[in-house]
């Protein structure tokens, strides 16, 4: 894959670039479905890296109705069924990279 930068790289500095991984924003590797959810929401990190991250759901108020900490797999079931109807977020922290998403449960 050909693009400015490496172009300029090999043609006027006599260098290349191998094996450069693409950096990608930390919300684009992180989907929850259903949403609008029942029961259950899964939560997937894409290009999950083994790193340990913690998922909190809180209410349009702030108060917190789910905490996971110390998460160690690519995609999980998290139990909403003893949530009220409603608009929550999901905050997904990894290190020092966090995302929220806005999560409907019925």
Not at 22 to 47: G, R
Not at 73 to 100: C, H, K, Q, W
């Amino acid at each position: 894959r050909s693009n400015f930068v490496t172009d300029f790289l090999f043609h006027h500095l006599d260098c290349y670039l191998t094996d450069v991984p693409e950096i990608k924003d930390f919300a684009s590797l992180v989907t929850v479905y259903p949403n609008p959810a029942n029961d259950y929401l899964i939560m997937t990190i894409h290009n999950y890296d083994n790193k340990p991250y913690n998922i909190e759901v809180s209410d349009i108020l702030g108060q917190q109705v789910i905490n996971l900490i110390n998460q160690k797999t690519r995609e999980i079931n998290i139990n909403t069924s003893n949530i009220s109807s409603g608009m929550y977020f999901l905050r997904v922290t990894e290190g020092n990279s966090t995302t929220v998403k806005k999560i409907s449960i019925r």
